[in-house]
Structure formats: C-alpha cells, structure tokens
C-alpha cells in the first residue's frame, strides 16, 4: 500500500527555519533623541545578535502589534543591536514607546548594504537628512575604524532645528578621527553659529575629489533627489552615488511584493541603491 | 523516469484511476459545478465532474452551457486555480500562548492534507511553476507553500474547447500540459468511444499508470489527440503580442491608456484574486485577550488597495491609474527581471471576472499601437 | 597688498566678467572687516549696498516675539548678499549679522545703479549673474518649504 507523502518528503522540501518567525530581544537601552524619536539597544534573549552590513534593516516589532522595517544604526563590531526609531504613529508609536526590560521581536538583518568598502582608497561622501543618518551611523563608524583605507571623509548632515539633529555628541569624535563634519539646518536659534540653508549648498563646497568619491545618501526622497542633482552637477558619477530607498514592507523577505520599485524588491535587491539604477524611476510618478 | 509507455483509459478507467488516488491516501479534488461556475471540490466519482457542461467566457462575461454531449472535460478554467490551496487566502504562521514566559514557542504548522489536484489545465500548471519559482527558489523559502506543494499529486488535463479569454497560445503556456505534471489526460470523444490519452509525467506518475487498468495507444488514438490540441491551438479567444513587451510597458509609464483603463478600473482586486500568479501577501498580528492567543495570518493582498503602498505620509500609488500601471507592468515586464519569465500564463481570469470588462490584452495592444518608446516603437495593428 | 580688482577676480561670482568690467565695478567697492557679533545691516533699514563674503560667515535673522533672533540662512566665502539695491524701496527685510570675524567687499548700490546705467553690457553681464544667485537661493528656500523633516510628505 503506497502512503501517499511521508513525512520525509516533507521535511526535505523545508530547508530552513520559517523566515517568518521572530526572535525575542530584550530592550537594554533606551535614549531619546529628540521630541519623536528613540534610540534602542537590544539584545537577544537567546545566542548572539546576528552580523550585519551598515545600510542593513531588521523587521521590528511587538508581539501581537505587528511589524516594521527600521534600519540598524549600530556598530557592526558591537554584540548589541540597535535601532533609532521616528515615531510616526501605528507601530512605530509603540515601538518608539518600548522600556528597558520589554521584549521585541526582530527577524533580519535584510536587504543591501551600503558597500562602502568600494570607496576604498578614494573619497567618501555622506549626506544625511534628518532621521536619515540612522542607517548611515553604522558607515561612520566603519569608516572611522578604517579610515587609513580611506582618503577625504566628510559627512554633510541636515536636520530641521540642532535640537532635531541625532547623535550630534558623537560628532567631536568622529572630527578628532578624520572625518569633515559639517552640519546645517532649516533655522537656527539665537546665537547659532553654524550653517542654515538647504543641506545641498553644502555639496559644492566639499572639499573632495568629484570623480574619486563614493557618496552615500539617505533621507527624505525629495532631499535624496535634489542631493544626487547637486552631487552630479560636482562631477560625482552617478553610479558612485548610493541612496536608500523607502517603501512599505510586510516580510522583509521578498515574498510580500509591497516594496516593489518597478522591478526592484527593496527588501532584497535594496534598499540601497545606486543613482544611476534609481534616476530613471525617481522620474515617474507613483511608480 | 521509468519508461513507461502512454496508455488510454475509458471511463470506466477514469473512475478507476479516482479510486486508486483515493486509496493510495490522496483527497481527490477537481472541477464541479458550484454556485453556476466551475468551482473545485472534493472528487469521488467521475459522476462529480461537469458532465456535458462548457463554459461561454468573455470579458465581464461567464455563463455554464449544456454541450449536449458527455465530455467530463469540456470548459476551461473557472475562477479558482491551484492557488487556492497551495496558497490559501489566509495561512497561520505562529499562534503564541501569552502570559506562558518570555518563551514564545511557536505552534507548529498542521501537516498538509495530500491533495491530488484532478484536472489541472497548462496555464495553471505553467502558473505553479511561477509560483515555485517566486516562493520556493529564492533566498527565502515559504515554508507553507512549500509543504503544501510536497503534498499534492497533479492531474493535468489537456483544453479541448478554450475559452474566449484563453490567450494561452500568446504566453507559451498551453493549451497541452508539457511537463510538471505527475499524469496528463487528453479527452477524446469520437466515434471510437469516449477514452483519454493518459501520459505519465513522474516517477510515480508511472507507477499509477501500471496500476491502472488500461488499452494501448493506437494510431487513431494519436491522431485524435493531436487533433483536440491543433484545434484548441486554432480557438484561442484572444491574442497578446509579447515581442519587446518589457521595454514597451517600461518606456510607455506616461502613456494616456493608462489613463483611459483608469476611468473604468474600479480598483475592486477581481483580478489580483482570480490570477494564478499573483502572490502579494499582507502580514497580519492579532491578540485574542480572551485565549491570551497572539496569532501573526499571512493573508493575501492586492497591489489594487489603497493601503498597499502605505508610507509614513501616504500611499506612493496614491491613483488607481498607478495601481493597474504597476499590475499590468509587473506582471508582463518586471516578472521578467525579477524571475525570468512572463507572470501571465494567458488564463483570461483577469478579462472574464473584470466587472469592468478590462481586457489586459486589449490595453497592452492600444499602448503598442501609439507607443511613445524609441526602443519599442508604434506598431498600430493592420 | 592687493587691490580690489584683484580681490574680485578671484571670486567665482565675478568670474564671467571682463577685466574692464571689473575694474568699473571695482570703482564702487571699499573693503571691510566685521568682527564676529557685530551686525552688518538691520531690517528696515535703508539698503543701498550690495555684499560679498570674502572669509568667514553671515547669518540673516529675524526677530521674533518668544523665539529672540531666529537665523533663517548662512551666507560663507565667495557668496553674496543683498539684492534690495536693484529695486526700490531699498530697504533690507532682515537682519544680517556676522558670525565670525568676516571680511566682506562693500559695493555702493547708487554708484553701482549708475554704472549699469552708463553700460548696460555691464549692467546686462551683472545681472544675469545676480539672477542666478537669486535663483539658486529661491529654488533651495522652494525645497527648504516642503519641511522635508518634518512630518512625513
């Protein structure tokens, strides 16, 4: 008598665990930023976190709540896990709203890294924009471990006010290790000393090699648009120019088809990707 | 696979060929009329099939006739394709018990039911290969689709009376099941009786096969068979010109068609339900506090909705232009970078269950006709 | 120490104009220096100069009730301010303070006005450099609008 299907033929058409089944991390750390945003560090409550790539996101969430992309904006050589988190109400808002001691649960890393290393023995540009430089983070901090393998590092960041800037107590170090910091923003207090304006005013005066850079965008797409205009226009190739792309995501994973870009799945073949891919499709509305 | 030769079967022989599938522990599960369409259900007997029914498709337009002869094959594909059970609708991912610990231990998926799929026509058997491709041979498995995909044993049977929304010709894809099948039965009904062609397509195809009591192949038998799929090939219902089909739909994003389908699209996801190959999903992460029950559903989801390309200040396709733009892209251009090949099997669900009678080929050949791409230019039709 | 001519030539801002050209406008220029603190020009009062930065930074502020001086924009080497000359009332609208000790050209807008009359080659060649300025500063406030930061658009 022939079994129809055995447990065995089952099993083998199974490789590996659901992707779709979270781990639970433990919430052991928690700063905020600013008025609506939170930085996390997490750690798993079994084994170890696992590695990533800067420019790589985790699927956070809450049990019962659901999930949501978030960017890593930790140091890759760090065992902790952490996560900056706008909060921009639904799941984020309870997210944002996480103690130390609650639990989590993540299901990643995912996606493209930022692949810095191919700015190796060239110069880096970075330019974030408001919560944009949390998946950037974990690039400064490679670069700053690296930075003998690089030339000219700058960093151009733009915030709406200095109280909506992150991580702004880092950048001293980030200064002492090599790295041009220059900040501006919208509008600035009295008594500012710093820049105010648009953060693309400062592209031009970055004192790099135009065709030896690697730049790496993030931010509002608007923001990211006019940066890779700006960027151009200083003889970067656009194909050297790197942003992250943000679309809705449910799995993280590519199965889901929300964070479809055209023929891109932001989840696997991004979310970082380069200019000259992007251009085209930036140009076509609701697409 | 062994050689084992094709063989014909009557009636008598399909029955026996149920039997044998039920026996061996499979569900039997195959077309029927249900709610005036030809629905799938549990078969038991040949007298379950749609005897002498066929089918008049058009777009916005199904209605059953009465053939006036016997064939138990005599339509074509109803609304549901194999989709329905390799990929339900709602599949549980985890169901958690809260309040037990910080352990969550996910409950087991239910092992699958063994389902032996009667009566599958190539679109849809093209379409599971589509869908394989997307769920089972990329970096992240769907561990649901692939074990309910282990346990199912495929029936295909050839079309002999396509639809007229059938464009399976134009797709590649049919009207005769060419393989991943693990038995294909062609229907003939002539003056030499009512009998099926039936070819193994698998290991264990085969074996069923030899278990099946059976005639040997004559030449009419041969030609008769090839007869039904020249004829279908002849009958198709509609066409789609696939030539440099990627880069027109890529290079024609700011065409006015989009806008003319989007006075008549309701954004009502008929189509995105009824296509074989559609898989967009949504995640959905419930609490029951009266069984402390936290359950996360994968559901299925359409990229007609509103909410599907929900960002923090709104949705990127805000328009329901943008949203058939990105169906009709995706499906027969960007299916193409992503998995090497159409996402249309040219099943015509999409013309025959639009209630706005939208027909996919009809828009992609008015967009052909005044293309505005220099790679791919206009080719008004003759 | 070098004359003024000199000093404008190698400003980007002046770079497509001919060496006479410059030398005219130059006739309208005297350099200054203003210590970092000290305000080069007030709103509301009568604008009749025309800046450019030739090291260290402006800021244009405005005041406001709760906020004190709130600065709008920063202005750094080689950038140029104050446009109020080229039309009347020649008034400034903002305030315009120097953040760190910064040497600027002070160009005479009556003297200025008065040159572009006698030339307009001079004056056509002046202001198309001046429209670009104006643009590039009015498409990057158009962005600064959108409030890219703030909430999501």
Not at chain 1, 226 to 233: C, T
Not at chain 2, 115 to 120: D, P, Q
Not at chain 2, 221 to 246: F, K, N, W
Request: aromatic content about 6%; glycine content about 10%; overall charge negative.
């Amino acid at each position: 008598m022939t079994q129809a299907v055995d447990d065995a033929a089952i099993e083998s058409a199974v490789p590996a665990p659901d992707p779709m089944l979270p781990r639970p991390f433990r919430v052991f750390g928690r700063r905020e930023d600013t008025a609506d945003t939170v930085t996390l560090e997490l750690r798993p409550l079994d084994g170890a976190a696992p590695p990533f790539e800067p420019g790589q996101f985790n699927m956070l969430g809450r049990l019962g709540v659901g999930e949501v992309p978030i960017s890593i904006s930790g140091d890759p050589t760090d065992a902790t896990l952490v996560h900056t988190i706008r909060d921009v109400g639904g799941v984020t808002r309870v997210l944002a709203a996480a103690q130390v001691g609650d639990v989590l649960e993540v299901r990643g890393p995912y996606g493209s890294g930022w692949g810095v290393h191919d700015g190796h023995g060239g110069d880096v540009v970075v330019v974030a924009g408001g919560i944009g430089l949390a998946p950037l983070r974990p690039v400064m901090l490679r670069l700053l471990a690296e930075r003998s393998r690089y030339r000219k590092v700058a960093l151009v960041y733009g915030a709406r006010t200095p109280a909506d800037q992150l991580y702004a107590d880092e950048f001293a170090q980030w200064r002492e290790h090599g790295i041009d910091v220059e900040t501006i923003v919208d509008r600035g207090p009295a008594g500012w000393r710093g820049h105010v304006g648009l953060v693309t005013t400062l592209v031009p005066r970055i004192d790099v090699e135009a065709s030896q850079t690697l730049a790496l965008v993030c931010g509002p797409e608007v923001m990211m648009r006019y940066v890779a205009r700006a960027l151009i226009e200083r003889g970067v190739p656009s194909e050297r120019i790197r942003a992250s792309m943000e679309r809705n995501m449910k799995c993280g994973v590519g199965v889901c088809g929300h964070c479809q870009l055209r023929q891109f799945f932001l989840c696997v073949d991004g979310p970082v990707l380069d200019y000259s891919t992007l251009a085209p499709l930036l140009d076509v509305r609701e697409v | 696979m062994a050689d084992v030769k094709d063989v014909v079967i009557d009636v008598a022989g399909l029955q026996s060929l149920i039997d044998l599938l039920r026996g061996d522990g499979w569900t039997v599960r195959g077309p029927m009329v249900l709610d005036g369409v030809v629905g799938q259900g549990e078969i038991r007997s040949v007298d379950d099939l749609p005897r002498g029914v066929g089918d008049e498709q058009d777009a916005a337009h199904y209605r059953l006739r009465d053939r006036g002869d016997d064939a138990l094959f005599g339509y074509v594909v109803g609304p549901q394709s194999a989709k329905s059970v390799l990929f339900p609708a709602s599949e549980l991912l985890r169901r958690v018990r809260t309040g037990t610990g910080s352990a969550v231990q996910p409950e087991p998926p239910a092992k699958p039911e063994p389902l032996a799929l009667f009566g599958v026509r190539s679109c849809d058997l093209e379409a599971m290969g589509i869908q394989d491709t997307v769920l089972l041979s990329r970096s992240a498995v769907d561990v649901h689709y692939a074990t309910r995909r282990a346990a199912t044993f495929i029936v295909a049977v050839t079309c002999s009376d396509p639809g007229g929304t059938c464009f399976c010709v134009s797709m590649g894809s049919g009207p005769d099941p060419r393989e991943g099948f693990d038995l294909a039965l062609t229907e003939m009904l002539d003056d030499d009786g009512h009998r099926f062609l039936v070819r193994a397509g698998s290991d264990r195809g085969a074996q069923v096969v030899e278990r099946l009591p059976s005639m040997s192949v004559t030449a009419g038998d041969r030609a008769a068979a090839a007869s039904v799929v020249e004829s279908a090939v002849g009958r198709m219902g509609r066409y789609l010109d696939t030539d440099g089909i990627r880069d027109l739909l890529y290079d024609n994003a700011e065409h006015p068609q989009w806008d003319d389908v989007a006075s008549r699209c309701l954004a009502c996801t008929n189509c995105t339900l009824v296509c074989p190959t559609c898989f967009c999903t949504s995640v959905e992460d419930t609490t029951d506090l009266a069984t402390n029950t936290d359950e996360r559903w994968r559901v299925w989801d359409s990229c007609f909705t509103s909410e599907f390309s929900h960002l923090g200040g709104g949705s990127v396709r805000a328009t329901t232009k943008s949203r058939y733009r990105q169906w009709a892209t995706h499906k027969l251009a960007a299916w193409w970078d992503q998995f090497g090949s159409s996402g249309c099997v040219g099943c015509g669900r999409c013309v025959t269950w639009c209630p706005a009678a939208i027909d996919i080929t009809a828009e992609v050949a008015a967009i052909r006709a005044t293309s505005l791409s220099d790679a791919v230019p206009s080719q008004p039709e003759d | 120490m070098r004359s003024i001519d000199q000093l404008l030539r190698e400003q980007p801002f002046f770079a497509s104009l001919d060496d006479d050209a410059l030398a005219l406008i130059a006739g309208c220029a005297v350099n200054r220096h203003a210590r970092a603190g000290a305000y080069l020009f007030r709103d509301g009062e009568p604008a009749d100069t025309f800046f450019l930065i030739r090291h260290g930074r402006v800021a244009l502020e405005t005041h406001t009730p709760t906020g004190g001086s709130v600065v709008i924009e920063t202005l750094d080497a080689g950038e140029v301010l104050g446009w109020s000359w080229i039309v009347p009332p020649y008034r400034w609208q903002f305030d315009a303070r120097a953040v760190d000790d910064t040497s600027i050209v002070v160009f005479d807008g009556a003297c200025l006005r008065g040159k572009c009359d006698d030339d307009p080659r001079l004056g056509y060649a002046l202001m198309q450099q001046v429209a670009q300025v104006m643009l590039a500063r009015l498409q990057a406030t158009r962005v600064r609008l959108l409030d890219l930061y703030g909430v999501p658009l």
